[in-house]
């Protein structure tokens, strides 16, 4: 889901359907807008704004934690790449081509997912780089441990191998998203009923609209924030890299 395209829609239900409800009350009979039908205007309008809050602040909740996953994963990924390249310079000479495997590997894969140049960022798929990682594991079974302590440095090799692998799955498996489309249609639809009642009941100046405006603006920036934190390796708000940058630095090193 396009995020700005998101948030552009909802500020257009809500703002069209404030300019909607002034539109209206030109057109519609005194009794229409009698105190008592004002009354019980508000009276629905507060429950559909209530359920509104509350399903607002579980699909924020939901995306936040859908945001602070994947980066406690991106630390944690990091931390285990440096663990694996120490063991295997302890390993020895041997152990080097892994190494240097291991490290333009991880660059190609940082780079595909957080582009230098500014591009836009690679579909995530967890299929895509397994090969990678799989060989990784693979080149570290076949290594040829001489003494004791070499046997027990490649075990220890190849069970954080296998952790990357796993958490691969795990990591962009988080990044689907979390909010249903048909959850965020309802939320548009609730708005927009609110904001008919905004227009509706509101005197027609300039004042009104300018105040009627930032408030569909502001519904739609908080939709778009939502959006973004759901999406944590897209868009403008991403879960940083730096974590497998500093790892990148220092993976090959003696």
Not at 52 to 74: E, I
Not at 239 to 251: D, M, R
Request: net charge negative; charged share 15%.
């Amino acid at each position: 889901m396009n995020t700005l395209e998101a948030g552009a829609g909802v500020f257009t239900c809500t703002f069209g359907a404030a300019v909607g409800g002034m539109l209206l009350r030109s057109v519609l009979t005194e009794h229409h807008l009698s105190a008592e039908s004002k009354g019980a205007v508000n009276v629905g309008v507060a429950l559909i704004a209530t359920m509104t809050a509350l399903v607002l602040g579980l699909v924020t909740a939901s995306a936040k934690s859908t945001f602070d996953a994947v980066d406690q994963d991106v630390r944690r990924i990091s931390a285990q790449l440096l663990a694996l390249d120490r063991v295997l310079a302890r390993f020895g000479p041997e152990a080097v081509p892994v190494r240097e495997a291991l490290r333009a590997a991880v660059a190609a894969r940082v780079e595909r997912i957080w582009p230098h140049d500014g591009s836009p960022a690679a579909s995530v798929d967890p299929a895509q780089g397994g090969a990678a990682v799989e060989g990784l594991a693979a080149a570290v079974r076949s290594l040829s441990p001489q003494t004791d302590e070499q046997r027990w440095l490649q075990g220890r090799a190849e069970e954080i191998a296998e952790s990357l692998l796993a958490s691969r799955w795990v990591t962009l498996g988080d990044t689907r998203g979390s909010v249903p489309p048909a959850l965020l249609l309802l939320v548009v639809f609730w708005l927009s009923i609110t904001f008919v009642s905004f227009g509706l009941f509101a005197p027609p100046n300039g004042t009104v609209l300018s105040i009627l405006f930032l408030c569909a603006l502001s519904v739609a920036g908080a939709v778009f924030l939502i959006l973004e934190l759901d999406e944590p390796l897209t868009g403008l708000v991403q879960v940083s890299p730096e974590p497998l940058y500093y790892a990148i630095a220092h993976l090959g090193q003696q």
